[in-house]
């Protein structure tokens, strides 16, 4: 089975620190993605890297950037939270072909204060 | 571009009655379609899928789904609902042959009472 792991389940962080969201998959997945999800909203989607080193900006891209530098490994990074980034962050995974369905880690609740 | 809507946010519905949660697409291509499941406090998990072929497709717990291209829609079906299919319920769409990225709906809240 596909297993993507987010570091943490809940984060609690202050207005104006740099924070980081890991996620690592154990898949070989070329595909990455991080998805912000708000009631009433559904997934919008952040960032996408389809290689390392290589992403590309997704919805809403303004106030985060990505990282990935090792194939297993994309980190999501505010660089300096702000309150109206408290959410959930949710990271996925898939092999490369647009029918391959996207695997999906647990979560991390973010909140910032 | 596309997009997905999901007609109802939120369905309340009884224990072993029927279920049906709505999904229309708009594309200008082709697309595959999906329809996710997120229990409380989980990510999502992948429910069903429909690639070609068939446009009935069917998933381990009951749920089936069929692809009315006429209609451009992906309506989500149970015939009887447990306590345990309470969650929230996402379609989404890929173009065939193009991106990557999947267009999410915003969601359908599925309550099963007692």
């Known amino acids: 089975d596909v297993k993507v792991t987010q570091s943490s389940r809940y984060l609690v962080k202050r207005t104006g620190e740099k924070v980081f969201l890991e996620c690592v998959q154990d898949?070989?997945?070329?595909?990455m993605f991080w998805y912000r999800q708000d009631p009433g909203l559904g997934l919008r989607l952040i960032y996408f890297?389809?290689?390392?080193?290589?992403?590309e900006k997704g919805d809403i891209p303004e106030g985060y950037s990505v990282s990935r530098e090792k194939k297993e490994r994309f980190s999501l990074i505010l660089e300096s939270a702000s309150t109206n980034q408290t959410s959930m962050y949710l990271c996925?995974?898939?092999?490369?072909?647009?029918?391959?369905?996207?695997?999906f880690g647990d979560g991390t609740r973010l909140s910032i204060l | 571009a596309q997009s997905v809507t999901q007609l109802d946010s939120q369905v309340p519905v009884f224990e072993e009655a029927p279920v049906e949660l709505r999904c229309n697409y708009s594309?200008?291509?082709?697309?595959?379609l999906f329809w996710y499941v997120q229990y409380p406090n989980q990510g999502l998990q992948l429910l069903l899928k429909?690639?070609?072929?068939?446009?009935l497709v069917e998933s381990i717990n009951g749920f089936e789904a069929e692809f009315n291209k006429s209609q451009t829609s992906f309506h989500l079906r149970k015939p009887s609902v447990h306590i345990s299919d309470t969650a929230e319920y996402f379609c989404a769409c890929k173009p065939q042959g193009g991106s990557e990225k999947l267009v999410f709906g915003k969601g359908t809240k599925l309550t099963v009472n007692p």
């Open positions: 890297s389809y290689d390392v080193k290589m992403k």
């Open positions: 996925a995974s898939s092999p490369i072909g647009p029918f391959r369905a996207q695997h």
């Open positions: 898949m070989d997945h070329e595909n």
């Open positions: 429909y690639l070609s072929g068939s446009t």
């Open positions: 594309s200008s291509v082709s697309v595959y």
